[in-house]
T-cell receptor, first 117, second 112 residues
Framework: NAGVMQNPRHLVRRRGQEARLRCSPM?????VYWYRQLPEEGLKFMVY????????ESGMPKERFSAEFPKEGPSILRIQQVVRGDSAAYFC???????????????FGPGTRLLVL | AQSVTQPDIHITVSEGASLELRCNYS??????LFWYVQSPGQGLQLLLK??????LVQGIKGFEAEFKRSQSSFNLRKPSVHWSDAAEYFC??????????FGTGTRLTIIP
């Protein structure tokens, strides 16, 4: 059973470009979470999605960031007009049911390291 | 709002020695507590979690953690570390719904 898959593993963008990060949850998991890890910091919650729905985006920056989890295909985290401060590791996690901050376990992918030049 | 403090940024331990990593949390209700480990360039792997019941929780790789409500702590322990334990360790608290709040992590170095 494959784990959570993220691609690309490394992404380099110049300021002003767009970054698209993909996350394929574990088989049978319909709940996806995105976290950002800035250098020398812990992971910060960004957004929680179920299929075709954004449930909690309280951790998302108000501008330039968006996320989706379509009925078919991976979840996408999109960053428009990237700036140097967006350089970070972005982790995706999935769980089979709701409650990933409680009794359900979140399973993490290997992350995408974004570098903005 | 919930928060997690890991007071030790970096710890160095000799191989075979015992280990304790500290974690303090702030949360208004009964917390859901987790320890994750992150190897370089990898994602996070769950070591153990506490929801309720026995305050001493056993995890994978020989790790255990003890929940102490009076001290708002959830320290991670291992009686004898192996070189392969070198990694970054994160403590996290869950709100019971969907959100995990992580500490800033403790980097563990093992010396021969």
């Amino acid at each position: 059973n494959a784990g959570v898959m993220q691609n690309p593993r490394h992404l380099v963008r110049r300021r002003g470009q767009e970054a698209r990060l993909r996350c394929s949850p574990m088989k049978g998991h319909s709940h996806v979470y995105w976290y950002r890890q800035l250098p020398e910091e812990g992971l910060k919650f960004m957004v929680y999605l179920q299929k075709e729905n954004i449930i909690d985006e309280s951790g998302m920056p108000k501008e330039r960031f968006s996320a989706e989890f379509p009925k078919e295909g991976p979840s996408i985290l999109r960053i428009q007009q990237v700036v140097r401060g967006d350089s970070a590791a972005y982790f995706c996690a999935s769980s089979p049911r709701a409650g990933g901050g409680g009794q359900e376990t979140q399973y993490f992918g290997p992350g995408t390291r974004l570098l903005v030049l | 709002a919930q928060s997690v403090t890991q007071p030790d940024i970096h710890i160095t331990v000799s191989e075979g020695a015992s280990l304790e990593l500290r974690c303090n949390y702030s949360y208004g209700a009964t917390p859901y507590l987790f320890w994750y480990v992150q190897s370089p360039g990898q994602g996070l792997q769950l070591l153990l979690k506490y929801f309720s019941g026995d305050t001493l929780v056993q995890g994978i790789k020989g790790f255990e953690a003890e929940f102490k409500r009076s001290q708002s702590s959830f320290n991670l322990r291992k009686p004898s570390v192996h070189w392969s334990d070198a990694a970054e360790y994160f403590c996290a608290v869950g709100d019971g719904n969907e959100k995990l709040t992580f500490g800033t992590g403790t980097r563990l170095t093992i010396i021969p």
